[in-house]
């Protein structure tokens, strides 16, 4: 299933070229944006020609809270209204540009493209980076499904138990490195409190059996099957206790040194259930299962 998200999306034009027939292209593609799977369009159906056209948008893009605004040059136009939208929408921006329409005798008709490169070096010039250009008749669908991934990865509770595995030293992170590059706060549990866990014994049984379906117990001991139970128990409550979306979990030595198995199969149950757990503490790892 698709991360869900609000899309905003505005057309810029100046009267200078013709905007009617960007009008036209526009009132197309509107139509054809509200086919995307899982975004909740904000797209307003006037062109942005004027000032205070782009700061009448741009306030009700920031309202909507949109997470990315795809910008269409429909015509070349004035280079305050992209300046005027990214200053009061933080959020990525796609600079979009049209094909030119065929010659009719006159003055080139959209002149779109040089649009787009203004809007661009006006951006970045002006400090702004989190910018794409394309030049096409439909929207990139691939710099939409990016955007889903940034919310979904700034919106998930990340959490690790423990630390990386002894030894994974390519697994090390900085906490404020993910929180500057991808908008994640990760917060950090000690093992002791997967272990020291109580759980219900109805919880334990259940899990029990699920095990005996699942897997093909008759290798192992009694009790190490009762502690696989216990630990897929216990990791679920903590899951639902603490409202993690992706867990990195340090798998060894601890595990089987203290609690008295590895959780292989225990994380493998409860991947099955579409829960997001990495080993050996690998917190980029569950952010890549994550996005």
């Given at each position: 299933?698709?991360?869900?998200?609000?899309?905003?999306?505005?057309?810029?034009?100046?009267?200078?070229?013709?905007?009617?027939?960007?009008?036209?292209?526009?009132?197309?593609?509107?139509?054809?944006?509200?086919?995307?799977?899982?975004?909740?369009?904000?797209?307003?159906?006037?062109l942005v020609i004027e000032v205070e056209d782009a700061q009448k948008a741009a306030a009700l893009l920031a309202?909507?809270?949109?997470?990315?605004?795809?910008?269409?040059?429909?015509?070349?136009?004035?280079?305050?209204?992209?300046?005027?939208?990214?200053?009061?929408?933080?959020?990525?921006?796609?600079?979009?540009?049209?094909?030119?329409?065929?010659?009719?005798?006159?003055?080139i008709r959209l002149n779109s493209v040089c649009g787009v490169n203004l809007n661009a070096s006006n951006l970045y010039k002006g400090g702004i980076r989190n910018y794409r250009v394309v030049v096409r008749s439909d929207l990139d669908t691939d710099w939409v499904d990016a955007i889903r991934v940034r919310k979904a990865l700034s919106t998930a509770h990340v959490g690790i138990i423990g630390y990386r595995a002894h030894g994974f030293f390519n697994?090390?992170?900085?906490?404020?490195?993910?929180?500057?590059?991808?908008?994640?706060?990760?917060?950090?549990?000690?093992?002791?409190?997967?272990?020291?866990?109580?759980?219900?014994?109805?919880?334990?049984?259940?899990?029990?059996?699920?095990?005996?379906?699942?897997?093909?117990?008759?290798?192992?001991?009694?009790?190490?099957?009762?502690?696989?139970?216990?630990?897929?128990?216990?990791?679920?409550?903590?899951?639902?206790?603490?409202r993690i979306d992706a867990l990195a979990i340090r798998c060894w030595p601890e595990f089987a040194a203290t609690f008295g198995i590895s959780p292989c199969a225990a994380m493998s149950l409860l991947q099955s259930e579409n829960r997001i757990l990495a080993c050996e503490g690998d917190l980029e790892g569950a952010l890549s299962m994550l996005a």
């Open positions: 299933m698709k991360q869900k998200i609000t899309l905003g999306v505005v057309c810029l034009a100046r009267k200078t070229f013709d905007w009617q027939a960007a009008g036209q292209i526009w009132a197309q593609i509107r139509s054809s944006l509200t086919a995307l799977e899982a975004v909740d369009l904000v797209a307003p159906e006037n309202e909507k809270r949109v997470d990315g605004v795809a910008i269409i040059s429909g015509t070349f136009h004035l280079g305050h209204l992209a300046l005027e939208i990214a200053r009061e929408v933080k959020k990525p921006i796609l600079l979009w540009g049209l094909p030119e329409l065929p010659y009719d005798g006159g003055k697994l090390g992170t900085s906490d404020l490195s993910l929180y500057r590059e991808l908008g994640v706060l990760v917060d950090h549990y000690e093992l002791q409190t997967v272990f020291d866990r109580p759980v219900q014994a109805a919880e334990v049984d259940k899990r029990r059996e699920q095990l005996k379906k699942i897997f093909d117990v008759s290798g192992i001991t009694g009790d190490q099957l009762e502690k696989v139970a216990q630990l897929s128990a216990k990791l679920e409550g903590f899951l639902n206790e603490n």
